[in-house]
């Protein structure tokens, strides 16, 4: 088990926006690894890696279900509606209201390189949303309904 640091808010890495995988080798798997036990360890329900530093599209996910790997993803549908509060490992103590798709269909790639679409709604729908923002360097706390 290798716990990596979690960024805080105010860590220019945390709205840079991050490079595709283009080869999925020891490193992108020690990612992976390392994330998943990070998030664990921190009791979260997601981790994207520019959360620990790096900036590569990778993101874990586990909202009860069991760990979801997901590896330059892409959110390809949505719909519906909810407001929910959302917190963040990367923003601690803080939580607020934030709008996302009830239902999000993301397509990315798994540690075997294969290609998959997964479809979530409620809570995974709002992870998914979530993780992937991070890629792009938005924060949960840029979208709290005022």
Known sequence: MALR????IGEPVLRKISKRVEKIDDKIIQLLDDMADTMYEADGVGLAAPQVGILKRVVVI???DGLLELINP???ETSGEQIDDEGCLSVAGEAGAVRRPYTVKVRAYNREGQLFEIVGEELLARAFCHEIDHLDGILFVDKIEK
């Open 62 to 64: 586990d909202i009860g």
């Open 74 to 76: 892409e959110i390809i």
């Open 5 to 8: 640091q979690i960024v805080q």
